[in-house]
């Protein structure tokens, strides 16, 4: 069996990664994946730091802190069990949550269509119609990047939203890999773009046999 592998993807400078349970397992000994409180904290202290020789005017630290914890808290709530990251290039920046999971695969399930429905690539309800690119991966293959500008129902602002997917086949082992983001600015989300596609550049799908290996190095 194989497991979704996200570590490689922690290590990616403008990227954060919410822990889904606090304590997080296996770092029983680390302050910071004790609590959200205390995750909020050492991400914005070192947030901070690394915006050097750029300092923070009082109160910016707190203020960043709240925000942090308030996504921690929350941001896993909108896609339960997926894998949740913050993208952050600034810590005067909203941050920006990308969720990443494994869906899976319905027997007789046709790849295309499958890819297609998870992007939402032939979505009726949105303003323009989508834009839908074939996205490589070194680890993935062959996949599609959606990008949709669609109104909100409750709030009737204009969201843009970015999907890419992929399907994993090895032997018996099928699954596909979806990653979600979505944000009321559309300069948020082509301003990160780059990141966005290195972040879904590195994630992989790896053998149980590695799973020992998530918190070892």
């Known amino acids: 069996m194989s497991w979704l592998n996200v570590k490689h993807a922690m290590a990616l400078s403008p990227w954060i990664r919410i822990p889904l349970i606090w304590p997080e397992p296996g770092l029983e000994d ?9 995750w909020a904290r050492y991400w914005a202290e070192g947030l901070w ?33 997926f894998e ?17 999971d494994l869906v899976e695969i319905e027997e007789g399930e046709d790849r295309e269509a499958t890819l297609r429905e998870l992007t939402h690539a032939d979505a009726s309800y949105t303003v323009e119609p989508p834009i839908v690119e074939d996205f490589d991966s070194p680890y993935l293959g062959t996949g599609l990047r ?9 709030s009737n602002e204009v969201y843009v939203g ?4 992929w399907r994993y086949e090895k032997g018996p082992e099928a699954a596909d890999v979806l990653v979600i983001l979505a944000d009321p600015d559309a300069g948020r989300i082509l301003r990160a773009l780059d ?16 799973a020992d290996a998530w918190l070892s190095s």
């Open 30 to 38: 680390v302050e910071e994946a004790q609590s959200p409180e205390a």
């Open 49 to 81: 730091a690394d915006a050097a020789p750029e300092r923070p005017e009082p109160g910016e630290v707190d203020l960043l802190t709240n925000i942090l914890l308030m996504y921690a808290v929350r941001a896993p709530a909108a896609y339960p069990d």
């Open 84 to 100: 949740v990251f913050l993208h952050v290039p600034h810590p005067r920046e909203i941050p920006l949550p990308a969720y990443v």
């Open 146 to 154: 959606v990008l949709r500008y669609y109104q909100d129902e409750d």
């Open 162 to 165: 970015l999907r890419y997917a």
């Open 195 to 210: 990141d966005v596609d290195e972040f879904a550049r590195i994630i992989r799908i790896s053998p149980d046999e590695e």
